[in-house]
């Protein structure tokens, strides 16, 4: 055998061929791809989380400030006014939607004496809900709470 014929072998294998570097190039770039669209689903989850934690403060500052309107016997101030607030990245777009329905509870209270009768009381209360809403119209959060309704005191 000659020494050419012995090196000749040994140059067809010496590198990687074009093929085999597009099959690893491609599959790097599906690998690439794949975790491209984990990180933006996983942006997208983050964000409706932000979302729906800020979301939770407004609402609930929302609730706190209708109430304290209610007792002093104010009105319910208007969805537009409370949604000027709900700015930012993530609340951006997101309304307010409130309603404020009057009722009467009525308690129990059972007498001191063991042959007195049970007391009646009637409480009236405004029954509170608000809603922070998405620029889609989904509910983000809802709180409700029944506050008592202003008696005409101080």
């Known amino acids: 055998m000659t020494t050419s014929a012995r090196t000749k072998p040994s140059l067809i294998r010496r ?13 790097l770039a599906i690998a690439a791809m794949a975790s491209l669209e984990l990180l933006a689903a996983s942006d997208a989850t983050s964000l409706t989380a932000r979302r729906q934690a800020l979301a939770a403060i407004e609402g609930e ?8 309107i209610v007792r002093k ?3 319910i101030p208007s969805a537009s006014a409370m949604s000027e607030s709900l700015v ?10 409130m309603t404020g329905t009057p009722a009467v509870v009525s308690f129990t209270i059972p007498s001191a ?8 009381v009637d409480l009236s209360v405004v029954n509170l809900v ?13 709180f409700e709470r029944a506050v008592p309704a202003h008696s005409g005191g101080s």
């Open 15 to 27: 590198g990687l061929t074009f093929v085999e570097v597009m099959i690893a190039a491609s599959i």
């Open 61 to 68: 500052r929302a609730l706190s400030t209708v109430a304290d």
């Open 73 to 75: 016997g104010g009105s």
């Open 88 to 97: 930012g990245e993530a609340l951006g777009g997101c309304t307010v939607r």
């Open 113 to 120: 004496t063991p042959d007195g009768p049970p007391r009646v």
């Open 130 to 142: 608000v809603e922070i809403l998405d620029p889609a119209g989904e509910t983000l959060v809802e």
